[in-house]
């Protein structure tokens, strides 16, 4: 049986409280209903979806090792893309809490897309409409 769609991801953050932040003050997900699990933790929702689900410290876990301060991102998971729309508020929003962004616009699409890092480096990618990308 084939996949029906992206259900959600999963993310072992280094500070659960600031990369819950994140996600609903820049990204604009809702936190929303989780079940009483016994870890600490959030379920983030785009679209009335939990898409997001963000975990925190459990009793017994493998301790994440992060790269060295300038080393390059080696990692398997590229990034993470959301659709957006209202361009101009995204980029005011980004350049309000001084998140460095990069912004590209897809060939033969059209559309704008701006890249960007989250708390814990992983990379996010919002794609606007064509219509909203500048002439």
Do not use: S
């Not at 280094?14 to 932040?21: G, N, P, S, V, W």
């Not at 809702?30 to 009793?59: D, M, Q, S």
């Not at 361009?87 to 962004?101: S, V």
């Amino acid at each position: 049986m084939p996949a029906l769609a992206l259900n959600h991801y999963t993310i072992r953050p280094r500070d659960l409280d600031a990369t819950k932040d994140f996600y609903v003050d820049i990204i604009g997900l809702t936190i929303g209903e989780r079940p009483p699990l016994p870890f600490p933790g959030y379920w983030l929702y785009c679209g009335g979806n939990p898409t997001v689900h963000l975990i925190g410290k459990r009793e017994v876990e493998t301790p994440i090792v992060d790269p060295q301060p300038g080393a390059a991102k080696a990692t398997r998971l590229d990034h993470i893309a959301f659709a957006a729309e209202n361009l101009p508020e995204m980029k005011k929003i980004l350049a309000d809490r001084a998140i460095a962004y990069e912004e590209r616009v897809l060939p033969r699409l059209g559309q704008t897309q701006l890249f960007f890092r989250d708390p814990d480096n992983i990379d996010v990618e919002l794609n606007f409409p064509f219509a909203e990308t500048p002439a």
